[in-house]
């Protein structure tokens, strides 16, 4: 026991970015407790579901006979944040990486809206693009071709639809009414989502814990340790796992 709780193996359910496959969690999952119960949450990739129909959706996909915390990535943040807002039963926290309760790139004028083409989502980016905006000057082939592999799982219009999402997200009221620990992993290098979103997730969440790493984008992806003794301590702090 710990404050209370009884410590049966807490269960951690990732959500997806916006390719959903889940399979970009390969680099995290290995540096997690193995005492943790991990559940990849891959969202359907031929059909579109707005973000109401993926709270839904996840309310069968969290189990049910034991406490969890949901992490969301990036386009999956929002998700996590209007789940929460519900008030699933067992939900022991929240963790938001690289996420957002409002559209991220706002600063960008009409530039978004532009590029979520479903034909623009045909094409593979080149590197240098991938480099800059999610996977960090210095990432490898291999995490690059990891993440055009989860891309081509998805259909272009899927793609398309959910960068729409992210642009008109608006989860502002939602976190208002969070009511479990919030954990906030914030990518210091991120050049997709600026530190303002973290503002405005602190001003709205008083409570909200934020650590920051020096990571791109993709931080789960470049930064798997550093996120896993994060992910970990939050645990610990919230009495949801004895090291």
């Known amino acids: 026991m710990a404050g209370g709780r009884d410590l049966s193996p807490i269960t951690l359910v990732l959500l997806p970015g916006l390719e959903g496959s889940g399979t970009l969690f390969a680099n995290l999952l290995p540096e997690l407790p193995k005492e ?11 059909q579109f579901l707005s973000y109401s129909q993926l709270v839904l959706w996840l309310k069968d996909v969290v189990p049910n006979d ?14 996590a944040v209007k789940f929460a807002a519900t008030h699933p039963t067992n939900l022991a ?19 978004p809206r532009l590029l979520a083409n479903p034909f ?3 094409f593979q980016p080149p ?14 082939k291999s995490l690059l071709e990891a993440v055009r592999q989860a891309r081509r799982s998805v259909s272009a219009t899927v793609f398309a639809k959910r960068a ?10 939602d976190i208002q009414k969070v009511n479990v620990p919030l954990l906030y992993l914030q990518a210091t290098d991120d ?31 470049t930064e798997p340790r550093a996120a896993a003794e994060a992910i970990t301590n939050f645990l610990v702090a919230q009495g949801l796992y004895l090291t």
């Open 191 to 221: 050049h997709l989502v600026e530190k303002s979103s973290l503002e405005e997730i602190q001003r709205l969440h008083p409570q909200t814990i934020s650590v920051s790493i020096r990571a791109p984008h993709m931080l789960l992806q």
């Open 127 to 140: 590197d240098f693009a991938l480099k800059y905006f999610v996977a960090g000057a210095h990432a490898p």
């Open 93 to 111: 926290g929240i963790i938001l990486c690289a996420g957002f309760v409002s559209n991220p790139v706002r600063n960008w004028g009409i530039l």
């Open 36 to 46: 943790i119960k991990v559940i990849v949450a891959a969202y359907p990739q031929q």
């Open 164 to 173: 729409q999402a992210t642009i008109h997200c608006n989860a502002r009221d």
């Open 66 to 79: 034991g406490a969890f915390v949901v992490l969301g990535e990036s386009f999956g943040s929002e998700l």
């Open 120 to 122: 623009l989502f045909r």
